[in-house]
């Protein structure tokens, strides 16, 4: 698998940790993701960013081996995540969007007893487990140690999935939409957890999330996907600079709010109006200057056909 990918973000072969071509995945007769391809670099924290029902867990499926894909290729550590074993799979940290068991387990205990699974696959360049000490100490809850997994707050419950996820000293970690729910308070301190993250062992991190401010505050880069294809890759401020001078329409049907960017609006207005003719209200046309139209105009172009 060598050569640029389609999205303009070149990552050399040798530095890829997750490396995707020409990905679909089909439900009966419903395309979910339809030719997605993107890298994943050493180190790097990446953000998968879109609307609800864009394909974002269904992509993050198949890269961690839980989901067969129609077609494609993908490799995920120099391997097809299909054919990936045990010792593949002990180098993969995965945090799911809940969890709902453990809760007579103390915090030390659980994450002492679910280390041991990983001893087995040490390195010469990379002891596993983590020490427990030292791990509880990186998601801060030193002081929760002996406490009951049931007696956590939300934010401490999120930050042992976290720990639960790092344990094995992943060299690649899954954060499926990891603050969902959360507060503003414990998503400000879940940002900075992430952040502690990158520093530990050089892992990469792919996350998944629909809110564009998320992934600005963590990310490197951010790969957008929409209506099940990726429809923009860079950083924040690469996208901001791709859709500077756009404009952004904005108007309501149906009691709906919709907002769509465009280099020229006014046959996208013209196509607005030749479909919905009156039902289209409360019109409004602004320059796009921020990265965050992306993140609008996506849920918007997965809406309409055009």
């Known amino acids: 698998m060598t050569g640029a990918l389609e999205t303009g973000v070149v990552v050399p072969a040798d530095e890829r940790v997750i490396d995707v071509r020409d990905l679909r995945m089909r439900y009966g007769t419903k395309d979910v993701l339809d030719g997605v391809g993107f890298t994943a670099r050493r180190g790097e924290v990446l953000a998968l960013l879109g609307p609800n029902g864009a394909g974002k867990t269904t992509t993050i499926e198949i890269l961690e081996g839980f989901r067969a894909r129609s077609s494609g290729d993908v490799r995920v550590l120099g391997v097809d995540p299909v054919r990936g074993g045990e010792d593949w799979r002990g180098r993969i940290g995965v945090v799911l969007q809940s969890w ?30 983590s020490p427990v000490d ?86 490197d880069r951010i790969v957008i996907l929409a209506g099940g294809r990726i429809i923009a890759d860079g950083s924040a401020d690469t996208l901001s600079r791709q859709v500077a001078g756009e404009s952004e329409i904005r108007w309501t049907r149906a009691g709906q709010r919709f907002v769509h960017s465009a280099p020229d609006a006014t046959p996208f207005v013209r196509e607005l109006f030749r479909q919905y003719g009156e039902d289209i209200a409360e019109r409004s046309l602004l320059p796009c200057r921020s990265a965050r139209c992306w993140d609008r105009c996506s849920t918007t172009r997965a809406t309409w056909a055009w």
Request: no cysteine.
């Open 100 to 129: 709902r068991d453990h809760g007579k387990w103390r915090v030390r205990e659980l994450l002492q007893h679910l280390g041991g699974y990983y001893r087995p696959y040490s390195t010469a360049r990379l002891t596993r487990p």
């Open 134 to 219: 030292d791990l509880l100490e990186v998601v801060g809850l030193t002081s929760q140690a002996q406490t009951r997994v049931a007696r956590l707050s939300g934010g401490q419950r999120r930050r042992l999935d976290v720990a639960i996820g790092i344990v094995g000293r992943p060299e690649l970690l899954f954060l499926d939409e990891p603050t969902t729910g959360f507060d503003p308070a414990a998503r400000r301190e879940f940002h900075d957890l992430v952040h502690r993250l990158t520093d530990v062992d050089d892992a990469t991190i792919l996350l998944t999330t629909h809110d564009l401010d998320e992934a600005e505050k963590l990310a």
